[in-house]
Nanobody
Framework: QVQLVESGGGLVQAGGSLRLSCAAS????????CNWYRQAPGKQRELVAW???????NYADSVKGRFTISRDNAKNTVYLQMNSLKPEDTGVYSC?????????WGRGTQVTVSS
């Protein structure tokens, strides 16, 4: 079964860190870009970070300098390292990528940052 599976979310205090993982199974996204989105309660989903197949990255202004996206092609996994977390970073974080020519969303992982 082709799918993206996120993990690593949880409850953390403001100023803390989490590392999210997005693992592809059933196919590879080694030649594709991967995106991390988040959706806070009552808000629209927003793009947080993007990484190209070659490793180029881009970030939303709200997370620049605090979040780092990276990929390990050998493990077929993309990571989102989140530091200096703020309560406004709370939301469901989902990855989005093309696998075998089809775009997939993962189910998401909840991140909650307490003040």
């Amino acid at each position: 079964q082709v799918q993206l599976v996120e993990s690593g979310g949880g409850l953390v205090q403001a100023g803390g860190s989490l590392r999210l993982s997005c693992a592809a199974s059933g196919s590879t996204f080694i030649n594709n870009a991967c995106n991390w989105y988040r959706q806070a309660p009552g808000k629209q989903r927003e793009l947080v970070a993007w990484i190209s197949s070659s490793g180029s990255t881009n970030y939303a202004d709200s997370v620049k300098g605090r979040f780092t996206i990276s990929r390990d092609n050998a493990k077929n996994t993309v990571y989102l390292q989140m530091n200096s977390l703020k309560p406004e970073d709370t939301g469901v974080y989902s990855c989005y990528a093309a696998l075998a020519g089809t775009l997939y969303w993962g189910r998401g992982t909840q991140v909650t940052v307490s003040s």
